[in-house]
């Protein structure tokens, strides 16, 4: 099993900035993709942002240009800088990602409780 812990959630104005953390442990050989998801009051979980081993990311179109997804192999963490915040990014946000055990096994990791992004003057 692998169990993740976000941070870093708060309240913020918009146009602020707020740095995101997911923190992962458990049985891992290594990670594949790394993803955070956020889910706004009302609405379905939506895909944020992803990096994969490599490095590449990718983007909802929402927060292209505003947020910056990163990740330390070493830790196995992932981080989401958000800058220049909107009301309408208001939502838990939540990471999750696919790993490689040590038996060689390809899972998906248990979902977190996830942080509370708040932007609101």
């Known amino acids: 099993q692998v169990q993740l812990v976000e941070s870093g959630g708060g309240l913020v104005q918009p146009g602020g900035s707020l740095r995101l953390s997911c923190a992962s442990s458990?049985?891992?050989?290594?990670?594949?993709?790394m993803g955070w998801y956020r889910q706004a009051p009302g609405k379905e979980r939506e895909l944020v942002a992803t990096?994969?081993?490599?490095?590449?990311?990718n983007y909802a179109d929402s927060v292209k240009g505003r947020f910056t997804i990163s990740r330390d192999n070493a830790k196995n963490t992932v981080h989401l800088q958000m800058n220049s915040l909107k009301p309408e990014d208001t939502a838990v946000y939540s990471c999750?990602?696919?790993?490689?055990?040590?038996?060689?096994?390809?899972?998906?990791?248990?979902w977190g409780k996830g942080t509370l992004v708040t932007v609101s003057s």
């Open positions: 990096i994969t081993s490599g490095g590449s990311t």
């Open positions: 458990g049985s891992i050989l290594s990670i594949a993709r």
């Open positions: 999750n990602l696919y790993f490689i055990d040590p038996a060689g096994r390809y899972g998906l990791a248990n």
